[in-house]
């Protein structure tokens, strides 16, 4: 696929990007509301006004049942919340980098608001850490390596 921005440069899909469900639809008018600035990489949060679909990242509590599992291709463990649905959002997050022939490549996109990098993440910062201490994605709602479920 290919579109582009707001600013006018190409967006291209890189081979095995990270599209969740149901956002290609709406990766058009996303893009439409994005400028480059001339960035080499960036996230961005696009507000649509209306409900678009519903984000499996959210905010936990006290009440809530945490696990942590290793997703594939991932560094480390991700914080899960079972007994959770995914909440209704009006939020889609693209993330881009800037290609080798002045365009721009899209590595994921999904439903939800900004999270902060996992506290494994090579870009995480201390926000990182106080993020995912309030928030979890919604257990079962994304791919795990079986055998990695613990509770620590």
Not at 80 to 109: H, M, N, Q, W
């Amino acid at each position: 696929m290919i579109w582009q921005l707001k600013s006018g440069e190409v967006v291209v899909d890189r081979h095995r990007s990270h599209l969740h469900p149901g956002v290609e639809r709406l990766l058009p008018e996303a893009f439409g509301r994005i400028g480059s600035a001339g960035r080499n990489f960036f996230v961005e949060e696009i507000d649509f006004g209306r409900l678009i679909g519903e984000t499996v990242c959210v905010a936990t509590g006290p009440g809530d049942q945490i696990v942590f599992a290793k997703r594939p291709e991932r560094a480390g463990l991700t914080r899960f919340v079972k007994k959770r649905k995914p909440e209704v959002c009006s939020k889609l997050v693209v993330i881009l980098k800037a290609g080798d022939c002045d365009e721009y490549v899209l590595i994921t996109a999904f439903i939800g608001g900004r999270p902060e990098p996992e506290p494994w993440d090579r870009n995480a910062t201390p926000r990182s850490v106080e993020f995912w201490k309030a928030h979890a994605l919604v257990w079962g709602c994304e791919p795990i390596v079986s055998g990695t479920e613990t509770a620590e």
